[in-house]
């Protein structure tokens, strides 16, 4: 009888523990681009009446994961609590095609998932997308993805640039990097509209 209230009891107490430990438990925050899309209408385009299709980004190392990477020194790893709500991808697909559909460069923006035949095709590639913290106590947001701009029939590349951004994160954990993402990946849609209208 005393050996199964020992047992009785042992059990009690771990619930207890078990349960305090729970409520404990911090939760994941989710992040996304919250800011809306502006840029510059472009009204004179020699692509004016053309259709683009926007391919799924391509990513190097991480980009296809919806965690939020940091690199210290040479130890590259990501944070416990902290999530993309999408991938890193799926991201950077839709902030592309809202920048891209508001300029109205092309007559027509399409996704990767349309069956509509193109005339040209957008490819991106992530090189980077990853806070970055200094021994100095700073850190800064990294971006750097690849475009390449082809026509579509012949897969021919028509151009190519290099957008990378190292911005200034005005706190250390994740929320300063999404922060410092945002104004990076606004820098990158005037910068990606003004090199496709050329």
């Not at 510059?40 to 190097?60: A, E, Q």
Request: charged content about 30%; proline content about 2%.
């Amino acid at each position: 009888m005393k050996e199964r209230v020992s047992r009785v009891c042992v059990i009690v107490l771990l619930t207890l523990v078990l349960i305090g430990c729970a409520g404990r438990v911090r939760q994941i925050e989710s992040y996304t681009f919250d800011t809306p899309v502006k840029t510059r209408k472009t009204y004179s385009s020699k692509f004016h009446n053309k259709i683009l299709l926007v391919d799924y980004p391509g990513g190097i190392g991480h980009g296809m994961s919806d965690r939020i990477y940091y690199r210290k020194g040479e130890i590259e790893s990501s944070y416990l609590y902290s999530r993309w709500s999408v991938s890193q991808n799926r991201l950077l697909m839709a902030r592309i095609l809202k920048i891209v559909h508001s300029s109205s460069i092309f007559k027509e923006v399409l996704d990767y998932t349309s069956e509509a035949t193109p005339d040209y095709l957008l490819e991106s590639r992530i090189y980077a997308f990853k806070h970055v913290l200094k021994k100095d106590g700073g850190s800064y947001a990294l971006i750097d993805i690849v475009f390449r701009l082809l026509r579509y029939e012949e897969r021919k590349v028509v151009k190519s640039v290099e957008l990378r951004y190292e911005e200034p994160c005005e706190s250390t954990d994740a929320r300063g990097f999404v922060r410092a993402a945002e104004r990076a990946m606004r820098r990158l849609g005037d910068e990606l509209v003004e090199w496709l209208a050329k």
